[in-house]
């Protein structure tokens, strides 16, 4: 018999609060989390502008812990930790892991560390470490190079460290697939409850590179938003006026954990994980396949997985970037996938506040899903003041309510390399 | 030419940026694994660290003898001197 998934721990740190609660309350109230770069690399670049989180990691994190992780660590250890707190498994029982980092966490609680799992998704992994290293083997020697720069830049540094923060001794993974990157680390999670390989995963993606070589590439690439004077207005997704996504940076975890061992230690559910559907497009490395039948498929196989009716699906938070082609190929994709049943279906774009997290977007969107359920509100859409008329489909545009009743709600997420992720969520 | 006292404060210093010991604590006759915790890692952060405050060399052989905060001001000493 297949295990049911459920959702016990949300942990985030993002352009729009530096905690869950944070992001939550400035996401229904339409926040830009989108600003103008103050940073003198940024002068030379077409785009300045980014979604840089609110709170910077060194403000919550010990200095000498902060030191020994790239940025990307940096945010995915505070999301980490919010989520296992949130999740109430860190204060029962005494920490069984004497190898958890010190300070860090009280190990994993009541929970059997060896049924504890992480997948810790990114798109990009270490860069500002790689990129900081560099410079100081050019310009100081190899000498100069820190003992530290690999176990900060490899790509899995994030999942380690969270591994090692709670006492994870299950598999601990990074899943990359660019921008699909945080919900196939959440479809990853619930396969391996589902195999029974663990009880509880730490799920989720981070990233951090706001940083000039990711811009200036993004920016060759004609991807990025090159609204500097009006950046709160640049993130437009839907919208006929959009020129490109804007790039920010945060993390998102989420504490997956089997339901009857939630249901065991009386732990407070948000809402059940009902399945995944990662299909490729094989279409192109950057672009999207314009039929948007890769992400059809996605959807088609989520809904199916979960076994739930396109007519049950109340919200999706879209992928929506706010690209000229990405927007138009996901609602036809949302429309051949849902039929009819997509008249009524209430569509968000949080990437209009949050802009595009890349490897942490899929978890942090995973994240507003999960609270649209549980709350029943799903959060606006910013910048939508001409839609598209390629999108046939209900967005809102300011916070709106969902019906009582047994509801599913879908989160989208594609990347580079035609990687394709639908996450179907349900109420509980 | 610094004194002992005053590379053993800039030590100090070094050793509480790279490994968060408090700098009271680095005192000549501690060992830095045994006593101060600093791990391989970071022993090399400090070498490095202390190769460019106090413009000297400490070749990699030479570290492993770096048993206590003492040995290492004893060598910055020497190498100041040299």
């Known amino acids: ?428 | 030419m610094a004194s002992t006292e005053e590379i053993r404060t800039d030590l100090a210093e070094i050793v509480n940026e790279v490994a968060g010991v408090p700098a009271d604590d680095v005192q000549l006759d501690k060992s830095f694994v045994d006593d101060l915790d600093v791990d391989s890692l970071s022993m090399v952060e400090v070498v490095v660290a202390a190769e460019e405050k106090f413009d000297v060399k400490i070749p990699d052989d030479e570290v492993k003898n770096l048993k206590t905060v003492g040995d290492a001001v004893a060598f910055i000493e020497r190498a100041q001197s040299a």
């Open chain 1, 1 to 428: 018999m297949t295990r049911t998934v459920v959702v016990t721990g949300l942990g985030a740190t993002t352009p729009v609060g530096g905690d869950v609660d944070s992001t939550w309350q400035a996401l229904l109230a339409g926040t830009s989390g989108v600003d103008r770069m103050t940073h003198e690399w940024a002068q030379p670049l077409t785009t300045q502008i980014a979604a840089e989180v609110t709170v910077e990691p060194g403000e919550v994190l010990e200095r000498v812990k902060a030191r020994r992780l790239d940025r990307s660590g940096q945010l995915a250890l505070i999301a980490a930790l919010e989520a296992w707190a949130d999740s109430g498994l860190a204060h029962a029982g005494d920490g069984a892991s004497e190898g958890a980092s010190e300070g860090a966490g009280e190990g994993a609680g009541d929970v059997d560390p060896e049924r504890v799992g992480v997948a810790c998704a990114s798109g990009i992994g270490g860069i500002q470490t790689l990129l900081a290293n560099y410079d100081a083997l050019v310009h100081k020697g190899p000498r100069r190079v820190s003992p530290l720069a690999i176990p900060m830049l490899m790509p899995n540094s994030a999942a380690a460290n969270i591994g090692l923060a709670v006492g994870a001794r299950a598999g601990v993974h990074t899943p990359v697939s660019a921008c699909a990157s945080g919900s196939e680390g959440i479809a990853l999670a619930v396969d391996m409850i589902r195999l029974n390989r663990a009880d509880v995963v730490l799920a989720g993606g981070t990233e951090a590179c706001v940083h000039a070589l990711p811009m200036a590439a993004f920016g060759s690439m004609m991807a990025l938003s090159r609204r500097n004077d009006d950046p709160q207005a640049a993130s437009r997704p839907w919208d006929v006026d959009r020129d490109g996504f804007v790039l920010g940076e945060g993390a998102g975890i989420l504490v997956l954990e089997a339901a009857e061992h939630a249901r065991a230690r009386g732990a407070r559910v948000y809402a059940e994980v009902a399945g995944a559907g990662i299909t490729a497009d094989s279409h192109d490395i950057a672009q999207p396949d314009p039929t948007g039948m890769g992400a059809t498929r996605a959807m088609r196989r989520a809904l199916e997985e979960s076994d739930l009716e396109p007519s049950s699906v109340a919200h999706i938070n879209a992928h929506a970037t706010s690209t000229p082609q990405g927007d138009v190929a996901e609602a036809l994709a949302i429309r051949a996938a849902l039929g009819a049943a997509a008249d009524r279906v209430v569509l968000t774009a949080t990437k209009s506040m949050t802009g595009h997290l890349l490897g942490a977007a899929g978890a942090v969107e995973s994240i507003a899903v999960v609270l649209a359920l549980h709350n029943r509100l799903v959060p606006a859409t910013i910048n939508l003041d001409q839609q598209d008329e390629a999108v046939d489909l209900d967005i809102a545009t300011k916070q709106r309510d969902l019906p009582a009743g047994d509801l599913a709600a879908l989160n989208n997420s594609f990347g580079f390399g035609g990687h394709n992720v639908a996450l179907a969520f349900r109420t509980v």
